[in-house]
């Protein structure tokens, strides 16, 4: 079978500013070359980072679990499970989590995001 099986489990997360992240498909964990996938787990009222963009990475976010805020520029929406949302590269955004519990979102990232490469805060 050419396809590649991984549960979250199996995977080391990195610890960043209020969130655990770990990426679960990409070029260091599978064949991926173009993309990578992964999820993150925000600890309760904690904000993302601060705004940031992604140089050359079109991003998606998925929320599984828990509430918050994004914010990109001077605009803000609520997010919630079953919200999805693409951010082109270049485009400053942040995630707060402002619920009591943790925030589980999965993200998509194209060409794909080496966690390595992610500022700790």
Known sequence: ????????????????????????????????????FGITVMAPRTIQSPPHSHAIEDEII???????????GNESAKIYPGIAMFIPAGVKHNIENKSDREMKLACCFNPPLDLDTVPLK
């Open 1 to 36: 079978m050419k396809i590649e099986f991984i549960h979250e489990n199996e995977i080391e997360g990195k610890a960043l500013s209020g969130r655990i992240s770990k990426v679960l498909i990409g070029p260091k964990t599978t064949r991926s070359k173009n993309l990578s």
């Open 62 to 72: 998925y929320i599984i679990d828990g509430e918050g805020e994004i914010t990109s």
